[in-house]
Nanobody, 121 residues
């Protein structure tokens, strides 16, 4: 069993900053790509940012230059620093981890429970 537990989030004014973190724990052999997704009311879940175990990153165009994803491989933790927040960033943010629980097996995607980020304009 693998758990992803998020922390951070909350309410912030437009132009402000917030930080999210997500720690993976449980029966983990290795963690491949980790990422953050978000889902606004009435919209589909969308990718925000991803980071490989080697540190390569990719971002949604809407957050490039404002958000920074990073990770601590030793702690199986991924972070999202969000700056210059806009009202349209309001959403539930979900952490994702692509986890292998045993050697030589196919990895599986696991999700956190989600954390609310609300940006007031």
């Amino acid at each position: 069993q693998v758990q992803l537990v998020e922390s951070g989030g909350g309410l912030v004014q437009a132009g402000g900053s917030l930080s999210l973190s997500c720690a993976a724990s449980g029966n983990i052999f290795s963690v491949n790509t980790m990422g953050w997704y978000r889902q606004a009311p009435g919209k589909q879940r969308e990718l925000v940012a991803i980071i490989t175990s080697g540190g390569s990153t990719d971002y949604a165009d809407s957050v490039k230059g404002r958000f920074t994803i990073s990770r601590d491989n030793a702690k199986n933790t991924v972070f999202l620093q969000m700056n210059s927040l806009k009202a349209e960033d309001t959403a539930v943010y979900y952490c994702n981890g692509n986890v292998r629980t045993r050697a030589f097996t196919r990895p599986t995607d696991y999700w956190g429970q989600g954390t609310q980020v609300t940006v007031s304009s």
